[in-house]
């Protein structure tokens, strides 16, 4: 079904996949660099390279320290361990192609609040500086870079020779395999699931340690934190907060049920999260910009609307399929489209499809939101320079193509019923528009 097109559509795009592989380390450490040292401005990095050639790249290019692994080594622990030991709810995830149902532990808002917990108090007791963090930065992305491609390489091998379940196999092609990943819920024996790990413990949870780690790190430097700085990071932290909140929904998303473990989406997790979706304030620590109560407060509580309104989304959908679509939606009884399809093992399943209230507007109505609210916590950096936008623009290209493959996914997995919803529903992302 859906799986084969998805492998072939991910062929055709090899080169973009190498492009990926090759470019996305270098890239990680230059934002870092230009961010931190070069003031955030790209044109400085760039006469800094053309002056210095290769050389002076490999100057910028950090060795990871031993201080860095201690600190990526102690913080992977200490989630791992919470992932394992925090009490939870028992979760079912979506059924997979293959017919299984993943069971979760749902402890990520306990994990959460004990990290940002332990993590402030370290710094309160005076037991350990967060500001070391920040002046290792550049020393802990190299040596994510390097370890998290390890680890991808493992997750491969693992695939290979001891998959987890019946959600796994070969395309036949290293390089894709290696990519996109072999196994969709690849575990550590029976309860450590790898993807909650990378994808939520350590991606999302570093977002928000590290979000913290640039307020203290401005204190210690400035001996305060300017409002910029602030709307910054509580935006965010709503955000992450939300995230975790809602992490058991997540488990249903396209993250989880359907890209594989693979380079795409873990090393991106553990790489390109904590990197690029904290790049803006990088910036910040040493811009500190004040915006003056009103256009700080007038930031916040539009960016606060927009997460509240992504979270409203997801929110609906998740319990409209719940409640098997008995509960109201925007106050009245939801209309929907009843959707069948087939596993790949040849059973017959139904899913509900919600064509009113958010997802009446547009097919992918929630990434409007989610791209807003990244703006708004984005905007207090104002607009000396272009960097910091950098994650606008990437989220905002990579929900664009997102909701292409989601839709392709959906066409060849519910063919006629999918045709129905986007008769009814025209529009993919943006009503009236797109
Ligand atoms: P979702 O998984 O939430 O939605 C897509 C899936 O929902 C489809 O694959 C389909 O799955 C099901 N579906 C589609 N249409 C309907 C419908 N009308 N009614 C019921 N079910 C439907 O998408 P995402 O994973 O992309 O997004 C989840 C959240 O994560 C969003 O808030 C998004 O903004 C956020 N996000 C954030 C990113 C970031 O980097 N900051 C990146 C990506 C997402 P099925 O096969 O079950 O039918």
């Known amino acids: 079904m859906g799986e084969s097109k998805i492998v072939h559509s991910a062929l055709v795009t090899y080169t973009s996949m190498i492009s990926l592989l090759t470019l996305c380390p270098p890239f990680v ?5 230009t961010m931190v040292h070069a003031d955030g401005s790209v044109l400085k990095t760039y006469e800094y390279l053309r ?29 791992a361990f919470l992932q394992l030991a925090l009490p939870g709810k028992r979760v079912e995830g979506p059924v997979s192609p ?19 917990i332990s993590y402030l108090s370290l710094w309160w007791f005076g037991i350990f500086d967060p500001a070391i963090v920040y002046d290792h930065l550049g020393e802990i992305y190299a040596a994510l870079v390097v370890g998290s491609f390890v680890f991808c390489i493992f997750l ?18 290293v390089i894709f395999d290696f990519y996109w990943g ?33 307020c203290i790190k401005q204190y210690e430097l400035y001996g305060r934190v300017a409002d910029s700085m602030l709307v910054n990071t509580v935006l965010m932290l709503v955000y992450i907060t939300k995230f975790f909140w809602w992490e058991a929904g997540y488990w249903c998303t396209m993250d989880i049920a359907h890209d594989r473990a693979g380079f795409y989406i873990c090393w991106g997790c553990l790489v390109w999260v904590p990197s690029v979706y904290t790049s803006h304030g990088m910036y910040l620590v040493n811009h500190p910009v004040n915006l003056g109560t009103l256009l700080a407060l007038f930031i916040l509580v539009v960016g606060l609307l927009c997460i509240y309104i992504n979270y409203d989304c997801d929110r609906q959908r998740q319990e409209f399929r719940r409640t098997n679509g008995r509960c109201l939606v925007w106050g ?23 064509t009113s209230g958010w997802w009446g507007l547009s097919r992918h109505f929630h990434y409007v939101p989610e791209i807003l ?18 994650y606008v623009l990437f989220l905002t290209i990579l929900l664009f193509d997102r909701a292409k493959r989601d839709d392709d996914r959906c066409s060849s997995k519910y063919g006629k019923y ?5 008769d009814k529903v025209p529009y993919r992302i943006i009503p009236g528009i797109y």
Request: overall charge positive.
């Open 156 to 173: 491969y091998i693992k695939g290979h020779l001891a998959p987890s379940s019946s959600d796994s196999g070969s395309s036949g092609n």
């Open 332 to 354: 009245k009884a939801p209309s929907k489209i009843v959707a069948s399809y087939q596993t790949t093992s040849g059973e017959t399943k139904t899913s509900l499809l919600l």
């Open 182 to 214: 072999m196994e969709l819920y690849p575990r550590i024996g029976k309860n450590f699931d790898i993807k909650v790990f990378t994808n939520c413990r350590f991606g999302m949870m570093s977002w928000a340690v590290l979000s913290v780690t640039y």
């Open 51 to 79: 002056q210095h050639g290769l050389q002076g790249f490999k100057n910028i290019w950090p060795t990871p320290s031993p201080i860095a692994w201690k600190i990526i080594a102690c913080f992977g622990a200490f989630e």
């Open 98 to 116: 293959s017919g299984n149902i993943p069971v979760y532990k749902a402890n990520g808002l306990q994990a959460y609040a004990v990290t940002l």
């Open 29 to 33: 450490i230059l934002l870092w660099y």
């Open 418 to 422: 999918w045709k129905m919803y986007c």
């Open 373 to 390: 609210a990244a703006f708004c916590w984005t905007v207090p950096a104002l607009f000396n320079h272009i960097l910091p936008y950098f």
